[in-house]
Antibody
């Protein structure tokens, strides 16, 4: 049974970097594409980007200049870094597998505030 | 960017009734369309992928149809646990995009 668990700070200061980790169980990071998605009250669901099996990445143009995604095979984890955050980056962040998101983590609320 | 619009915004139905939800894309997405169910405080759950294939564990009262720009999610006989927000998602064009959702309400 595939399970995903997001982890990281729930509070990030403006202008700093948001860093989240998705711990994968029940499958290997090397067998699927992986995504970060966020949900805020104002913008609904927003796809942030995808890391492919070959570790290539594709990011949303609106966030591309600030996003980095990477994978750690040894830990079976997938990570997100979003730099220069502002209040508009406050959201619940989800990791999800595949191209149609067949498995999701429970989500983590990240608030950007000083 | 491909824009997805969903209608209606709110669908008021009773248990046992049929619900028909629509998702329209601003340009063709072929069959690269998925539907998700989301309940308050929970992550979305995949219901339909590739426009018409039920995800694992989804009951057969859920069905999806359509291709190109017009898609439909049908719930044949609503059960109490089906009352939720349903979102569509296209994964053909980059970036992936989501519709705003249809709330299926009692």
């Amino acid at each position: 049974q595939v399970q995903l668990q997001e982890s990281g700070p729930g509070l990030v200061k403006p202008s700093e970097t948001l860093s989240l980790t998705c711990t994968i169980s029940g499958t290997s990071i090397s067998r699927h594409n992986w995504n970060w998605i966020r949900q805020s009250a104002g913008k609904g669901l927003e796809w942030i980007g995808r890391m492919f099996i070959n570790r290539n990445t594709n990011y949303s143009p609106s966030l591309k200049s600030r996003v980095t995604m990477s994978g750690d095979t040894s830990k079976n984890q997938f990570s997100l870094r979003l730099s220069s955050v502002t209040a508009t980056d406050t959201a619940v962040y989800y990791c999800a597998s595949g191209d149609s998101f067949d498995h999701w983590g429970q989500g983590i609320l990240v608030t950007v505030s000083s | 960017e491909i824009v997805l619009t969903q209608s209606p915004g709110i669908l008021s139905v009773s248990p046992g009734e049929r619900a028909t939800l629509s998702c329209r894309a601003s340009q063709s997405v072929s069959n690269y369309l998925a539907w998700y169910q989301q309940k308050p405080g929970q992550a979305p759950r995949l219901v339909i992928y590739a426009a018409s294939f039920r995800a694992t564990g989804i009951p057969d009262r859920f069905s999806g149809s359509g291709s190109g720009t017009d898609f439909t999610l049908t719930i044949s006989r609503l059960e109490p646990e089906d009352f939720a927000v349903y979102l569509c998602h296209q994964y053909l064009g980059s970036p992936d995009t989501f519709g705003p959702g249809t709330k299926v309400d009692i």
